[in-house]
Structure formats: structure tokens, C-alpha cells
């Protein structure tokens, strides 16, 4: 009853930082998802989080950890 489960990049940027306004997701400065330094996390529209994603990863077949988005690269 009652569980739910966030992200725990989330948690803490909102532990540290503020909360997200309406909108907003939690990006990794680097790209790092296992990073979670405060200081390495800022918050960012999902269209910006997005286009940052396909920018810092060329090869946008991809996503930024290397695995298939459903499709093989032939």
C-alpha cells in the first residue's frame, strides 16, 4: 500500500537543491547516471534534457548508455 519509487538522482537534487517546478526533470551534468553529487545535477525542461541528450550523444541511434532503442543499427 502506499510505494512508490523516484529516482534517486531526484531525491537528491531535491534534498539539496530545491524542488522541480512543473515541467522540469533531473539532468546529469555529465551524463553519468550513477553520479548523483549534488553538484553534478541541475534541473532542465524535458525538451532541453532531450536535446541535450541527442547533442552530447551523436550517435543518436543510441541512447547515452549504448543500448537499443528497439531497432537494430544494420
Request: proline share 7%; charged share 30%; hydrophobic share 30%.
Given at each position: 500500500?502506499?510505494?512508490?519509487?523516484?529516482p534517486?538522482?531526484?531525491?537528491?537534487?531535491?534534498?539539496?537543491n530545491r524542488?522541480?517546478?512543473?515541467?522540469?526533470?533531473?539532468?546529469?551534468?555529465?551524463n553519468?547516471?550513477?553520479?548523483?553529487d549534488?553538484?553534478?545535477?541541475?534541473?532542465?525542461?524535458?525538451?532541453?534534457?532531450?536535446?541535450k541528450?541527442?547533442?552530447?550523444?551523436?550517435?543518436?541511434?543510441?541512447?547515452?548508455?549504448?543500448?537499443?532503442?528497439?531497432?537494430?543499427?544494420?
Amino acid at each position: 500500500y502506499g510505494h512508490f519509487s523516484i529516482p534517486i538522482s531526484r531525491f537528491i537534487f531535491v534534498w539539496f537543491n530545491r524542488d522541480l517546478k512543473e515541467g522540469e526533470v533531473v539532468d546529469h551534468i555529465y551524463n553519468d547516471p550513477f553520479d548523483n553529487d549534488p553538484k553534478h545535477l541541475e534541473a532542465m525542461s524535458i525538451p532541453d534534457n532531450l536535446a541535450k541528450r541527442f547533442k552530447d550523444n551523436p550517435n543518436s541511434w543510441t541512447n547515452q548508455w549504448g543500448k537499443h532503442k528497439g531497432y537494430r543499427k544494420e
